[in-house]
């Protein structure tokens, strides 16, 4: 994903440990997390900055583990930054914590929230008052190489609609070139494994994450047989052994490199896989469960807040007005192949010349966006009970029971912290 000079020298700032790069007294301030949708923010300041010259935004990327610390400095030191992209998940946890900016009084009977994201709306409040707006979205869905099927004898237009039917296509495409399998699954990235694997537990009738201490996680009847699914991916072979040091680095330049079958990822997948391997032929569809038919997805992306103690508020919210615009939703994120933020503006020129955005919209009516105040301890933590179930899962060969009860455990005396 392309970024500016200015993003790179202030991520790079950052990761050197020193302070972002200071804006002039016009500019806004605006942090955003490294590892998400880097050319939609990109393309939102830019269009920000071409419309307003008297009041640009300086865009700084933070590393995604360091959001968290770095904003509860900033906080505590006065010095805030006026706009923050925010993984939606963290919505309800810096709203409960004070850390952002009520903004329900600017939005008081503004149409183009009627029409926003539902899952980032949700995420974005909390008792009652709205701290945030969706700054993009992406869904989950799953992604087929055609020719890889085509060579492995199988029809390339039609994908698995079970659990059963992606193993048995995934073993005939392992192996049917060099260096080619059959399955995607990153062994070391707790986010990328709620993304693309948490909706085959719910497509199979699961729940993962309790949502507070009196919610009991990890049930459903088909939770071990799901779990017992990608072990068997695993000691077969059809996922390949060096995806166990994925860490989510390089999980979007995965499928667009020709020698995945398939794979659970996002949106954001068809422009790259597109940039990567122009030749190749693929196809979306909705993730599946163990049930023929059965599917799921994860809603995610980011929400746009203002973090509490900012001296630009009508400004940034100046901003969340832009991007939720008709022209923005149609001229930027359309145009880009991204997902729009608005449900009334999917039916646009864009996506009518290009199917398989059409195909993979069709995985918000089915998303799931989980809410809880723990979700980076409970989840996206890389020594959270998440991660750590489904490593000893793939890599182990302990009972899945046990694996199960004692990732409850974990969870349940996280969530009652």
């Known amino acids: 994903m392309n970024v500016t000079k200015l993003t790179i020298a202030a991520g790079l700032a950052v990761l050197l440990g020193g302070t972002p790069m200071a ?56 010095d805030v930054p006026d706009l923050m992209g925010l993984d939606l998940i963290y919505g309800p946890q810096f709203a409960s ?21 539902p899952g980032h709306i949700q995420v974005a409040t909390y008792d009652g008052k709205l701290y945030g707006v969706p700054l993009y979205a992406d869904v989950s869905a799953l992604f087929w190489n055609k020719d890889l099927f085509e060579k492995a004898g199988l029809d390339p237009e039609v994908p698995p609609t079970s659990l059963g039917e992606l193993h048995d296509m995934a073993a005939k495409i392992t192996g049917v070139e060099e260096g080619v399998y059959g399955y995607y699954l990153a062994g070391n990235c707790a986010g990328c494994n709620i993304f693309t694997f948490g909706p085959l537990i719910w497509a199979s009738g699961g729940k993962i994450e309790p949502l507070d201490a009196n919610d009991e996680p990890l049930t459903g009847d088909n939770l071990i047989a799901v779990l017992e699914w990608a072990r068997m991916m695993h000691r077969e072979g059809h996922i390949n052994p060096a995806n166990q040091a994925e860490n ?5 330049l995965q499928f667009g490199s020709g020698k995945v079958g398939m794979m659970g990822t996002g949106n ?27 599917s799921a997805s994860f809603a995610g992306g980011d929400i746009v807040t203002i973090p509490k103690g900012s001296k630009r508020v009508e400004d940034a919210v100046d901003f969340m007005k832009f991007i939720l615009s008709d022209e923005v939703q149609v001229e930027v994120y359309a145009k880009l192949l991204n997902m729009t933020t608005r449900g009334d503006m ?34 996206n933590s890389p020594q959270g009970p998440w991660l750590q179930m489904l490593q000893r899962v793939y890599y182990t060969d302990e009972p899945i029971e046990q694996i199960v009860a004692d990732a409850k455990e974990q969870m349940k005396a996280i969530a009652a912290e």
């Open 23 to 78: 804006a002039s007294a016009q500019e806004l301030v605006m942090w955003e997390r490294s590892g998400g949708n880097a050319g939609m923010v990109d393309a939102l300041v830019a269009a920000w900055n071409e419309a307003n010259p008297d009041r640009k935004i300086n865009l700084t990327y933070i590393p995604h583990t360091e959001m968290v610390p770095k904003l509860a400095q900033a906080i505590a030191s006065g």
């Open 97 to 117: 914590a004070g850390q952002l900016e009520d903004i329900t009084g600017y939005f008081e009977g503004d149409p183009t929230l009627a029409t926003a994201s």
């Open 248 to 252: 989510g680095e390089t999980f979007h």
């Open 268 to 294: 954001f997948n068809i422009t790259l896989a597109r940039e990567q391997n122009p030749d190749m032929n693929f196809g979306i569809t909705l993730l599946p469960g163990l049930e023929p038919g059965s």
């Open 346 to 379: 999917v039916d646009n020129k864009y996506y009518a010349a290009e199917p398989l955005i059409q195909d993979v919209a069709k995985a918000i009516d089915i998303g799931v966006t989980p809410y809880t105040l723990k979700f980076f301890e409970l989840i």
